[in-house]
C-alpha cells in the first residue's frame, strides 16, 4: 500500500526502545484539522457502501484513479480509524471464531468468590476440563478455555477442588462456543437491558450473541463518506500545505 499519506510529516528524533538511539522517523502526531471541517461540508461528500472485495487501495483507485488517497477514508470515518476495515461476509465467521475462541457455561448458581479468573475447572459429566479466563456475572456466564475434551455438558456440573480441599460444584444451564453466546439483551426499541442472571426471566427481550454484534458493527463499518472525486486534489493538495506549515 503506498506510504503517500507520511511524505509530508515532519521528522523527529524517535528511539525505538529503551536503549536504542533516537532515529528521525515521521511524527505521527501530526495533526491538521481540514478534515474535520470537510466532513461539515456536504457539497465536497458523498456516500459509498463498502463492497465485497473493496480494499483500502482497491476503493481509492476506483474512485480517483489513483491508490494514494485510502488514508482519506480512515480520517473521514472515526469508526473505520478506531475499528479497521470491514471484514467480507464469508470471512465474518472466521474473525468471530479467532476474536472468540473459547467456550462459554451459564449458571444460575450465585457463585461469589467462588470459581474465580485463572481456576481450572472439570466437567464431571464428560471429563472436559479448562481455565476460566473471564466471568460476566450480569449473565451467570464462565469462558472456559479449554484444555482437555471438546465441550462442557449442559444439565450437568462443572467441579474444583478449593484451597482447603473442598470441592466447588456449579450446575451448568447452557453451554455454546463463546462467539455464539449472549453478549446482551435488548428491548423491543433495540434498548440494551439488564436481567437478572438468578431467575433469567427474558420474555419479550432480543438476545443479541457476540458474533451477532461483531455482523451489526462490521455492517455499519461499510456506510462510510468519501470525498467527491472532483474535489480530492483540492482537498489533499491543502492538507499537504497544511502539514507543512
Not at 529503551?18 to 522517523?25: A, H, S
Not at 470491514?86 to 448458581?109: F, M
Amino acid at each position: 500500500m503506498s506510504t503517500n499519506y507520511f511524505k509530508n510529516f515532519k521528522f523527529v528524533p524517535y528511539s525505538f526502545g529503551n536503549r536504542e538511539d533516537p532515529v528521525l522517523f515521521n511524527n505521527l502526531t501530526e495533526y491538521v484539522d481540514i478534515i474535520d471541517k470537510i466532513k461539515q461540508e456536504v457539497s465536497f461528500l458523498n456516500r459509498y457502501t463498502i463492497v465485497g472485495g473493496d480494499r483500502p487501495d482497491s476503493l481509492s483507485f476506483k474512485l480517483y484513479g489513483s491508490i494514494d488517497y485510502y488514508w482519506t477514508f480512515y480520517l473521514m470515518n472515526d469508526d473505520l480509524r478506531y475499528s479497521g476495515w470491514p471484514v467480507d461476509t464469508g470471512g465474518l465467521l472466521e474473525a468471530a471464531i479467532s476474536k472468540y475462541p473459547n467456550r462459554t457455561i451459564v449458571t444460575a448458581d450465585n457463585l461469589g468468590a467462588l470459581f474465580p479468573v485463572g481456576q481450572e475447572i472439570e466437567d464431571d459429566a464428560s471429563g472436559a476440563k479448562g481455565t476460566i479466563v473471564k466471568r460476566n456475572l450480569d449473565l451467570g456466564q464462565l469462558v472456559i478455555k479449554l484444555t482437555s475434551g471438546t465441550k462442557f455438558t449442559a444439565g450437568g456440573a462443572a467441579v474444583y477442588t478449593d484451597t482447603d480441599g473442598v470441592i466447588q460444584t456449579l450446575t451448568i444451564t447452557s453451554e455454546t462456543e463463546q462467539y455464539n453466546a449472549i453478549h446482551h439483551y435488548e428491548n423491543t426499541s433495540g434498548e440494551q437491558v439488564d436481567v437478572d442472571p438468578f431467575n433469567l426471566n427474558t420474555s419479550g427481550l432480543v438476545p443479541v450473541t457476540f458474533r451477532e454484534r461483531m455482523e451489526a458493527k462490521n455492517d455499519s463499518l461499510k456506510q462510510i463518506i468519501v470525498i467527491k472525486p472532483d474535489s480530492i486534489d483540492t482537498v489533499v493538495s491543502e492538507f499537504n500545505r497544511l502539514l507543512k506549515q
